[in-house]
């Protein structure tokens, strides 16, 4: 009797060289996309890195953002202006805080030639209104600033409300690392990690939009939004949070009100927005900028600049700039007598680091003159890498400022480069691209910056050993 077989070997074959052939498609569709999975591992160092720094140094009341040159109790003749928030103030994402728009505020002032000003930052991630209104009027939050003004900026999540545990009383869905569940899953990830990212995040946005309230894991985004903006919800965030804001802010002899600053355009938004009308009853003043902040949205929906990286949504450098813009506007037009007189002349900004990035660089001034700064650092063992893909070490600068040289000096120092950012100013803002200035071999090296535009940080990739001091100066 004849056999037959049931799959050649010719079959088999080309079964096998087809799968490796889309293996190795599906390993350069990878390496040619952008690198979510190393930005999402990089933006969970930032966080962490935040996080551990601000558990140093912040009260336990009330989450007062503490840079350098800025801390609580400094005396002077400036008027002080108080900025409230959650993760847009704290920086979540962020490498560079003088990149939030608190800050970006101060530096708008500062270029309309208003210099008696001192802007504070308080805010953590989460916060809510009934947060923001428990800071202000049960601690002595109010009493260590002593504020001129008070302005509380709203995000869409404001209205949520925790228990007394701290947990929240409408749930909402987390996003879910669905190649995390078995190891043949974790394998794949491992081999195509940009891939699966990508995947992971469009069954994420899908939940999103077309899910359901599940008891476990509470309301899809959407649905949770248009529960905690609802009519009966409304009444107990007004009850809870609203009202007593409005009649601590009304009994105080300090200018205030609330302004939102909105990061997405969505059909949604303005019945969102609806529930600001909250604020307004209970006597607090509202700025709205959504109907202006749609025409930015709409003339840059692709811009790199938008959100803070790849991975994370929180607003970038185009989207703090604009909310500084919108401010100084209403400081201008409505709140003259905070600002004060302009200065006659344009002031020349000192060097000043007030901010770092991994914390853990002990950075400590040896001089700060007119002209040049002096500091010393500990090299970490942990750094920074994209967009790079080198480890490297983050100085932020108070002040964008025009710089000549960099000095790298330390006894194991073998090598170093050094890249820096910069304000664009055809675009009038740090659009966070990393300039390389140059590479040096040696344990004294000078690097000439040829570029004249303003410095926003200096980002030091060395090879020196971990835990070493390494001494940095600038000169202008």
Known sequence: MKKYKILPKEAITHFFILIMMLFIILIII???MPQYEKWRQENNFLNEDRMKKMSNIRRKDYPLIELRRRELGTEGTKKKILVIGD?????????????????????????RGYYNIEVYGVGVRGASTYNEMNWLSKTTLVEDIKPDLIIIGYVRNDPEIDD??????????????????DKILKIIKQM??????KINNMINDKIDKIGEFNDETGYPYYLWYDVITNEKWSKKYDEIAVQPLGKYLNSIEIPSFVVTTPDKINSKFEKWYQILSLFEKARIKVYNMYSEFKDIMEKNPDDDNTKINLVDGHPGTLYTKYYAKYVSDI???DYPQILGKKGEEKIEYPICINDWVP???????????????????????HALTMPINEEYIKISLQYPIAIQEINLKGKTLKKAKIYITTINEKLG????????????????????????????????QADVIKGKDLEITIKK
């Not at 660089?361 to 063992?381: F, G, M, S």
């Not at 966070?432 to 940080?457: A, C, H, P, W, Y």
Request: some cysteine; hydrophobic content about 25%.
């Open 164 to 181: 007394e545990e701290g947990k929240e009383i409408i749930k909402h869905t987390e996003s879910i690392d669905y190649f995390k569940k």
């Open 30 to 32: 990878d390496r040619c």
């Open 331 to 333: 400081l201008e037009k």
């Open 192 to 197: 195509f990690p940009n891939i699966t990212y």
């Open 87 to 111: 993760s847009y103030i704290e920086g979540e994402g962020s490498s560079n805080l003088n990149q939030t728009w608190w800050r970006q505020l101060e530096l708008e002032l500062y270029s």
């Open 359 to 381: 914390y853990d660089l002990d950075l400590k001034e040896k001089e700060e003159k007119e002209n040049y700064a002096i500091y010393t650092i500990k090299y970490p063992k």
């Open 429 to 460: 803002y740090d659009d966070q691209t990393m300039n390389l200035i140059g590479g040096q071999i040696g344990n004294n090296e000078t690097f000439q910056v040829k570029d004249k535009s303003r410095i926003t940080s200096i980002c030091i």
